[in-house]
């Protein structure tokens, strides 16, 4: 009953719970959280002392005593508890601004498509646990393809890439439901370590994580690029033992990536050759769209265009796809209940 009475007072959230950032959408605001996914505990009191940007700046940074962690790998919730208290701060921040003191907010979450039951179970569990009131959990293509407008509805076949922080997933969509798909762990992250390995093997320098992340948006690319790029590469000598500087270039960049883009352009083809040939005709003709943040590479969409021999396009606002098609849901009833996957609970709360 009190769930309930919270419940009229709270406001319907979305949520993408990524590898690297959360966003959250509320009904009738938009998208206002878009965060990254770091904690950063005391040991010591074992409290958490910063969440989102201001915990992400001490990442490599901190005294023993102070762990940052990511409680989320690949998109599964690796650290539950960790997990659930970051959740709830960003639902209290949601209502930061709203007279309700308890919120009990209705949530629409995005789950990956390799997701297991035990690990829907810890999502529908750690939001819960967070103060929601319901949960529908949805397939995170699905979420990204109603973000970008596309009519999942129709008996068309429509394919989607999304690639993020910790998984690339490909699938083919056609009357509210996934048809034919793939899910690798070769994403943004998998790209920032290619980074890290291409500067020890070639120049003996060791970076860290975060600043190959830099380079490579600063000058990643998947395709030859008109002007070429050169950047400050800044690290540790291997052999020395102390800092130094060299500049790299695009190429050398692209270089480094080329297996990763390699990897998703095959398992694209594989997914495609498993598709009922009807819906092969329909995406021959409409295209392929690329979501989430590393769709966001120089080039990629040109060079997995020339590899499969299909128009390929980057969505509007690639990286909050997911979470805004988690918003358009809130506003239909109907279509949330069709694309909602089973509840892992016997009893439904409410």
């Known amino acids: 009953m009190f769930g309930n009475l919270f419940g009229r007072f709270s406001k319907d959230l979305?949520?993408?719970?990524?590898t690297a950032n959360v966003r959250v959408y509320v009904k009738g605001r938009g998208?206002?959280?878009?965060?990254?996914?770091?904690?950063?505990?005391?040991?010591?009191?074992d409290q958490i002392l910063a969440l989102g940007v201001e915990a992400q700046n001490m990442l490599g940074k901190t005294p023993p005593f102070i762990l940052t962690s990511q409680p989320l790998s690949h998109g599964i919730i690796s650290d539950f508890e960790v997990a659930q208290k970051m959740i709830r701060y960003f639902i209290e921040k949601a209502h930061e601004h709203s007279f309700?003191?308890?919120?009990?907010?209705?949530?629409?979450?995005?789950?990956?498509?390799?997701?297991?039951?035990?690990?829907?179970?810890?999502?529908?569990?750690?939001?819960?646990?967070?103060?929601?009131?319901?949960?529908?959990?949805?397939?995170?293509?699905?979420?990204?393809?109603?973000?970008a407008r596309?009519?999942?509805?129709?008996?068309?076949?429509?394919?989607?890439?999304?690639?993020?922080?910790?998984?690339?997933?490909?699938?083919?969509?056609?009357?509210?439901?996934?048809?034919?798909?793939?899910?690798?762990?070769?994403?943004?992250?998998?790209?920032?370590?290619?980074?890290?390995?291409?500067?020890?093997?070639?120049?003996?320098?060791?970076?860290?994580?975060?600043?190959?992340?830099?380079i490579k948006i600063a000058t990643g690319s998947a395709y030859k690029l008109k002007e070429p790029i050169q950047y400050q590469m800044r690290g540790r000598d291997l052999i020395s033992g102390l800092p130094r500087e060299i500049i790299i270039n695009d190429s050398e960049i692209r270089e480094a990536l080329s297996k990763n883009i390699r990897t998703i352009i095959e398992s694209i083809k594989s997914v495609l050759e498993i598709t009922p040939?009807?819906?092969?005709?329909?995406?021959?003709?409409r295209g392929v769209l690329l979501t989430g943040g590393s769709s966001l590479l120089r080039g990629l969409d040109k060079t997995i265009s020339e590899a499969i021999e299909i128009p390929v396009?980057?969505?509007?606002?690639?990286?909050t796809c997911t979470v805004r098609g988690a918003g358009v849901l809130l506003e239909n009833p109907s279509l949330l209940k069709t694309v909602?996957?089973?509840?892992?609970?016997e009893t439904e709360r409410g």
């Open 100 to 147: 309700n003191i308890v919120p009990r907010p209705r949530v629409v979450i995005g789950v990956p498509l390799e997701i297991t039951e035990v690990e829907r179970k810890a999502v529908e569990d750690a939001v819960l646990y967070a103060g929601a009131r319901i949960v529908h959990l949805v397939e995170s293509p699905m979420l990204a393809a109603i973000g």
């Open 14 to 18: 979305g949520m993408d719970l990524g």
């Open 313 to 319: 396009n980057v969505a509007t606002d690639p990286l």
């Open 277 to 285: 040939p009807e819906l092969v005709a329909d995406i021959y003709e």
């Open 340 to 345: 909602t996957l089973p509840s892992t609970n």
């Open 31 to 45: 998208v206002i959280v878009n965060e990254p996914s770091v904690v950063a505990i005391n040991l010591k009191t």
């Open 150 to 214: 596309i009519n999942i509805e129709e008996p068309v076949g429509n394919m989607l890439v999304s690639i993020g922080a910790g998984t690339t997933e490909i699938s083919v969509i056609s009357l509210s439901g996934i048809v034919t798909w793939k899910s690798l762990k070769v994403a943004g992250d998998e790209m920032n370590k290619s980074v890290v390995n291409y500067a020890r093997d070639n120049f003996n320098l060791i970076l860290g994580e975060r600043v190959a992340e830099n």
